[in-house]
């Protein structure tokens, strides 16, 4: 099974800034498949990034998503007050099952 | 417009049996498949497994198999989630969810609202 590891646990940034979040597999997920989730209190978690980089439909293009073999990289080029939300990683590139990381929390001050 | 309805809220009493579902609509159900996630109050994702409703192959997390079973009925575009005898520690939300694409490897592209489901003495 593949571990996914996120950092930083929470991120505290200000509207404007440019978060950062990491994903870290602790084996090689094959051929990119990987996915970023949303998911804001009281909400279901909404499909941001598919195949480590592909915006999912009607997503913002401040989202963007980076990375392959073990290290991949959500950024939010311009953090707005609704960006306010846990990010959970997910691979889906071996056998299940497809895990998900421990999600980053993005704080806007 | 896809659309994934799930069943609502539960409150039920430990080693009592429980079906919960999931309607899909706004697309061919028979080609996509649905995964089911846990949310444990406070905690984050777990993946437990999905299903192919055309054919109902499944595939479940080993952290998963044997406590829970996962099927589908194509004639009502309705995936299910149950449990034969509930644990307390099987309270959560449960979300379904439809894969992105209609490949076997695809994102959770599409989700229901959750299924809270409340196991206590």
Known sequence: EIVLTQSPGTLSL????????????????????????????????????HSASSRATGI?????GSGSGTD??????????????????????????WTFGQGTKVEIK | EVQLVQSGAEVKK????????????????TSYWIGWVRQMPGKGLEWM?????ND????YSPSFQG?????????????YLQWSSL?????????????????YRSALGYWGQGSLVTVSS
């Open chain 1, 14 to 49: 200000s509207p404007g800034e440019r978060a950062t979040l990491s994903c870290r597999a602790s084996q090689s997920v094959s051929s990119t498949y990987l996915a970023w989730y949303q998911q804001k209190p009281g909400q279901a978690p909404r499909l941001l990034i």
């Open chain 1, 72 to 97: 991949f990289t959500l950024t939010i080029s311009r953090l707005e007050p609704e960006d306010s939300a846990v990010y959970y990683c997910q691979q889906y590139g071996s056998s299940p099952p």
């Open chain 2, 14 to 29: 430990p080693g009592e049996s429980l079906k919960i579902s999931c309607k899909g609509s706004g697309y061919s159900f």
């Open chain 2, 56 to 59: 109902s192959d499944t595939r």
């Open chain 2, 87 to 103: 644990k307390a520690s099987d309270t959560a939300m449960y979300y379904c969810a439809r894969l992105y694409s209609g490949s």
């Open chain 2, 49 to 53: 497994g999905i299903i192919y409703p």
């Open chain 1, 60 to 64: 913002p293009d401040r989202f963007s």
């Open chain 2, 67 to 79: 406590q829970v079973t996962i099927s589908a009925d194509k004639s009502i575009s309705t995936a």
